[in-house]
């Protein structure tokens, strides 16, 4: 099957938000996610970081509760936590300063920096990693919205996938739940909504190998 019949299947049942679909389309055969497995694999991490493509920013609309549960390592009492609910731009600038490249928590650059695109690249030094990839330049530093547009929320993602290598693991001789396992690892840091992942690369796969 042509990596465009796969694509538009994956369109028609609503894995691909018709606006990110010729970008899709460009990239996959360029950065090689270009067989019904890897495309699969590859949306359905796509999907579940998006919430099926609805979301290209990071939500830091926190409840004092929520703060305790997400980042404990941050927030360590309610009364601290109550200072920061509901206010993403706090919280941002207090849990990713110091880190990913961010100056201190004045600096702003934890907010600047929050997660965008389709696989929510985070933190100043990944958007400087993109914009070297891109262009050899800083173009995402000194502009970071541009990863809110359509061509540049889809790159992004093809960018994290082609630099860590994602298409390596995905090989015949290994089970799915095995290789969504180490990719979910890959993306996230820890295995977050890894039984979704896989539920949804199941469906996608179902679709695609139909």
């Known amino acids: 099957m042509e990596t465009k019949e796969i694509l538009e299947r994956a369109k028609n049942w609503g894995f691909i938000k018709a606006e990110y679909y010729s970008y899709f389309l460009q ?9 019904p497995k890897r495309i699969s694999h590859f949306l359905a991490q796509v999907n ?17 509760e929520r703060l305790l549960k997400v980042f404990p390592k ?14 993403g731009e706090k919280i941002a600038n207090k849990v990713y300063a110091n880190r990913m490249g961010n100056g201190d928590e004045q600096s702003g650059d934890g907010y600047r920096y929050r997660g965008r695109g389709l696989i929510q690249l985070t933190g100043k030094n990944n958007y400087l990693k993109f914009s070297k990839w891109y262009n050899d330049s800083k173009i995402f530093v000194d502009s970071p919205d541009l990863l809110l547009q359509p061509q540049f ?28 396992k180490v990719i979910t690892k890959k993306i996230n840091g820890g295995y977050n909504g890894l039984e979704e992942r896989f539920r949804l690369y199941l469906k996608i796969s179902g679709i695609l190998y139909e």
């Open 27 to 35: 990239y996959c055969e360029k950065y090689k996610i270009n067989t």
């Open 48 to 64: 579940y970081e998006s919430g099926y493509m609805n979301y290209v920013e990071e939500n830091l609309n926190y409840s004092a």
């Open 74 to 87: 941050y927030f360590k009492t309610i009364d601290e936590a109550k200072e920061f609910e509901y206010k």
């Open 153 to 180: 929320a889809v790159l992004s993602a093809f960018f994290y996938w082609d630099t860590h290598k994602l298409n390596d693991y995905i090989v015949d001789n290994v089970d799915d739940y095995t290789i969504c």
